[in-house]
């Protein structure tokens, strides 16, 4: 069974650091492209990072580059989420999302994005 599934959030304070982990089971990374999304309350779910595992090109929305880092382990199959001088615009629920590299077109977009983990609540807050 494919499965995503992320943890490491937390309440950290503004220029503060955290790094979210999502664990993928049930098929290779190699084959598939790995996103991080967000969503606040109220708010649209945004796409924050994405990596292409097989050769590791990554992608990062403007609010976020500079601060946030997307890595990955083949070998643990395991993709991170470094994120560095948080702020509090920085507080939602995080998403790990995976799909098949072949029907990766537009890395922003969550419909493309077939499977998807539980959610980790990130507070930015003094």
């Known amino acids: 069974q494919v499965q995503v599934v992320e943890s490491g959030g937390g309440l950290v304070q503004p220029g503060g650091s955290l790094r979210l982990s999502c664990a993928a089971s049930g098929f290779t990374l190699d084959y598939y492209v790995i996103g991080w999304f967000r969503q606040a309350p109220g708010k649209e779910r945004e796409g924050v990072s994405c990596?292409?595992?097989?050769?590791?090109?990554?992608y990062y929305a403007d609010s976020v580059k500079g601060r946030f880092t997307i890595s990955r382990d083949n070998a643990k199959n395991t993709v991170y989420l470094q994120m560095n001088s948080l702020k509090p615009e920085d507080t939602a629920v995080y998403y790990c999302?995976?799909?098949?590299?072949?029907?990766?077109?537009?890395?922003?977009?969550?419909?493309?994005?077939?499977?998807w983990g539980q959610g980790t609540q990130v507070t930015v807050s003094s």
């Open positions: 990596i292409r595992s097989s050769n590791g090109r990554t």
């Open positions: 999302a995976a799909v098949y590299r072949t029907r990766a077109t537009s890395w922003w977009n969550p419909w493309e994005y077939e499977y």
